[in-house]
């Protein structure tokens, strides 16, 4: 009787032990799922994100492309202004003829120059000012070709040329000399030449950057600063926005 008790009893903690394990094991899959679908809500806005920025990145082009540039058209007063929502968030610009810069206001002080470039675009096309903006696509082509070119010239073979004679008439000087100076070969001195010109190769080899060839912007202030009747230029401290090379414009659009 007491056998058939322990038995019972075993089996009791077996049969609860198997449930624990089974619910334990439902909660830990229940969790897996919610993770998993967690990370695939994730992925799926990052992949939304990604898109509506590049596609931001690259707006205006038709329009710009298909519009004609007067040069007599008179530069848009310092009060003409867009305000476009960017991925950044909303940015005003405007255009300081004086400094031949455009003038942007957001409540995000650093806002993506590729961004920028967009509300330029737009400012341009709604104002008929295509001049104004310096198309950052014909510049990186520029640079590339330029820097196909240099590396052809680089690549090509050094010519040696004719080393300067070696026994040339020297005037007679004081008989106190160095002992251990002594006059380099004509193969030392060759070598040396072939040397000075590699690395002048190696130096012209770098690719172009884009120095003055961007168009340029600076930041005026949050969005409530704006005021359409005062200049954008007379009350704000300025911090512009550079320049950039091709190399960085290239990692920018690639990060």
Do not use: W
């Not at 205006?60 to 476009?84: C, G, M, N």
């Not at 690549?155 to 004679?165: C, D, F, G, L, S």
Request: glycine letters at 2%.
């Amino acid at each position: 009787m007491q056998h058939l008790k322990l038995g019972s009893g075993r089996m009791a903690v077996a049969a609860t032990a198997a449930v624990l394990v089974s619910v334990a094991g439902y909660q830990i899959y229940k969790g897996y799922r919610s993770y998993k679908k967690f990370m695939l809500h994730q992925e799926k806005q990052k992949r939304i994100m990604e898109e509506q920025e590049a596609a931001y990145e690259n707006r205006y082009f038709k329009e710009y492309d298909q519009l004609k540039d007067d040069p007599e058209a008179p530069v848009p007063s310092a009060t003409s202004h867009v305000r476009e929502t960017t991925p950044q968030g909303d940015v005003i610009m405007t255009y300081d003829a004086e400094r031949s810069m455009f003038c942007y206001y957001s409540d995000k002080r650093t806002v993506q120059f590729k961004y920028l470039e967009s509300v330029a675009r737009k400012y341009v096309i709604d104002h008929g000012c295509k001049r104004l903006y310096i198309d950052i696509r014909q510049e990186i082509a520029k640079a590339k070709t330029a820097a196909t070119e240099t590396a052809k010239k680089a690549a090509e073979p050094i010519k040696p040329t004719a080393p300067a004679p070696v026994f040339a008439q020297l005037k007679k000087y004081s008989t106190v000399t160095n002992k251990h100076a002594s006059m380099p070969t004509i193969n030392e001195m060759v070598k040396s030449k072939s040397q000075a010109q590699a690395i002048d190769s190696t130096n012209a080899s770098a690719p172009p950057v884009l120095k003055e060839q961007t168009t340029r912007y600076v930041y005026c202030g949050r969005l409530d600063e704006f005021r359409k009747e005062e200049p954008a230029h007379e009350t704000h401290d300025f911090n512009v926005i550079k320049p950039i090379d091709y190399a960085s414009y290239k990692k920018m659009n690639d990060a």
